[in-house]
Structure formats: C-alpha cells, structure tokens
C-alpha cells in the first residue's frame, strides 16, 4: 500500500516523501510520554512492517495506551519520533492520521441506525460515497451482509467488532491500530475476527495490536514486543521470546505447566512475584 496525501486544501504544506518499499509502515523511536514528574513512557522504540501484525502486550499501566495516544497523535511526546508511511506525525498530524486506522477496545454507534446506515455514513466521513451496492460490498467483505437492515442496537459483541474494524479501514489505510479488539467475545467471535485482521495482513497492511490475551498474541502476532515500567524489555516473535526465556528461574516459578507458553514469560517478565497460591 503507497502513502495517503491529502489534498492541498488541508493546509499541510508539503506531501510525503516517498518511502523505500522495505521502509516500516510505523517507526516509533526514542519515545518519551510524561505527565508531569511521572515517565509513562521512557525511550520506546519499535517498528511495523507492511504485511506483518505486531503485537505491544503488557500490564495495565505499562505504557500502552500512551504509545498509541502518541501514535494516533493525541498527545505530543517529550521525545521522540514517530513516523506513519514515512510521515512525522508531530511535523505534518493530518497526512499521518489520513494512513491511519484506529479500532477501539470500546466502538459506540448510534444505536438506532442500521448497519448500511452506518457504513455509508462513516464513509462520508471519510470523503467517500457509496451507493448501495458500494455499502453491501463493504458488508460481504466482513460477513455481515444479513445484518445490513439491523438497527446497530441488536448487533452482537462480534457483529459491533467486525463492523468496528470496516469502519476503521474504509479509506484504505496502510497501518491499522487495533486496541484490545476481541476483549469480551466468546472464542467463535474471536477466532472469525482473527481472520480477518490475517487477511488484512496478507494484503499488505501493517497491524499493531494490543491485547492482554497472550493465546491471542502467539496465534495472530507475528513479532511482539513486551512493555513494562514504560519500557521495552523483550521483542520478536512469539515462540522466539518462549524459547530464549523459559528457563529463566522467575519464568519457570510462573509455570503451571512443564511447557512454557507466552504467558508464563510475560508473567514472569513482567512480575511473577506478585502472584500468590
């Protein structure tokens, strides 16, 4: 997927440079987040690549949520940079959001229009018409053509995420930020919405994801980074983390079982001594 530039009308001054095809679709480097004297992020650097899903797992409170504020543009960092398709987010904020997408842990549509209602609507948002064949592309595209006459209201858990996650990428961009997406579905729900962000994946898009389920992040994530403290302590692929960390005494005295599995390193990584039996 190339860059999105916005027209000239939107007063940014320059367009996007062009980026090399194996450049990140999302380079942070060297953030800082700080509220006051409290550090809530402290020299973070990650990258995303087109066609891959990156997981930023960690505890509550470990700096998650200010990275992706910090991504998306919401609050400016103390230091650092952050470049979406090649864009400084802080130099030029409206064409780094316009190669953004963003799905939120917790998505509130008006409850009383329809699902096609919906679509179209959040595609004009977006600058984009669709007519009613447009908006039923849209809805077969996320297995969600029977529900087009269906107030938003009397959709499922799964329904509301599936139509979350169209919402989010109908102007097509590059680098998708998917926030604790599949918190509170049952397993069919979420295995359904697995393949989809995979074949989002497999077209091309870059994927950063958060989510606390660490059977999530070793199934769809193909590299994950651990944070904790506001720090980065561990990045690569899920079962790569598994294999270099489970001997680690705090590592194995997280296990409840002889194999080893994600969660028994984030755990362990990430504080296993405040686990009491």
């Given at each position: 997927m190339t860059a999105?530039?916005?027209?000239?009308?939107?007063?940014?001054?320059?367009?996007?440079?062009?980026?090399?095809?194996?450049?990140?679709?999302?380079?942070?480097?060297?953030?800082?987040?700080?509220?006051?004297?409290?550090?809530?992020?402290?020299?973070?650097?990650?990258?995303?690549?087109?066609?891959?899903?990156?997981?930023?797992?960690?505890?509550?409170?470990?700096?998650?949520?200010?990275t992706l504020s910090a991504i998306e543009g919401l609050i400016i960092p103390e230091r650092g940079t952050i470049r979406v398709a090649g864009i400084d987010v802080q130099e030029r904020p409206l064409d780094a959001r316009a190669n953004l997408g963003v799905q939120l842990q917790a998505t509130s549509f008006q409850k009383d229009l329809t699902v096609t209602e919906i679509?179209?609507?959040y595609g004009g948002l977006y600058g984009i018409v669709l007519n009613a064949?447009?908006?039923?592309?849209?809805?077969?595209?996320?297995?969600?053509?029977?529900?087009?006459?269906?107030?938003?209201?009397?959709?499922?858990?799964?329904?509301?995420?599936?139509?979350?996650?169209?919402?989010?990428?109908?102007h097509d961009p590059p680098l998708l930020l998917l926030?604790?997406?599949?918190?509170?579905?049952?397993?069919?729900?979420?295995?359904r919405f697995w393949s989809k962000i995979e074949t989002m994946r497999d077209s091309g898009r870059a994927i950063l994801l958060t989510t606390h389920s660490m059977e999530e992040a070793h199934a769809v994530c193909d590299r994950v980074s651990i944070i904790d403290r506001g720090r980065i302590i561990v990045t690569g692929p899920p079962q790569a983390i598994v294999?270099?960390?489970k001997d680690r005494p705090e590592v194995r005295a997280a296990a409840r079982r002889p194999d080893v599995t994600l969660e028994d390193v984030f755990i362990g990584l990430t504080g296993a001594g405040a686990i009491t039996t």
């Open positions: 999105i530039t916005l027209p000239s009308s939107s007063n940014v001054s320059a367009p996007p440079s062009e980026t090399a095809s194996d450049s990140p679709l999302l380079a942070v480097d060297e953030l800082r987040v700080a509220y006051g004297r409290r550090v809530a992020v402290d020299a973070v650097s990650f990258s995303v690549h087109a066609g891959e899903i990156f997981g930023l797992l960690g505890p509550n409170g470990a700096g998650k949520t200010s679509v179209r609507l064949d447009g908006a039923r592309g849209v809805l077969a595209a996320i297995d969600l053509s029977a529900c087009a006459g269906m107030k938003a209201g009397q959709l499922s858990g799964g329904q509301l995420q599936r139509l979350s996650l169209a919402t989010a990428t109908l926030d604790e997406p599949t918190t509170g579905l049952d397993p069919q729900s979420r295995r294999d270099s960390n």
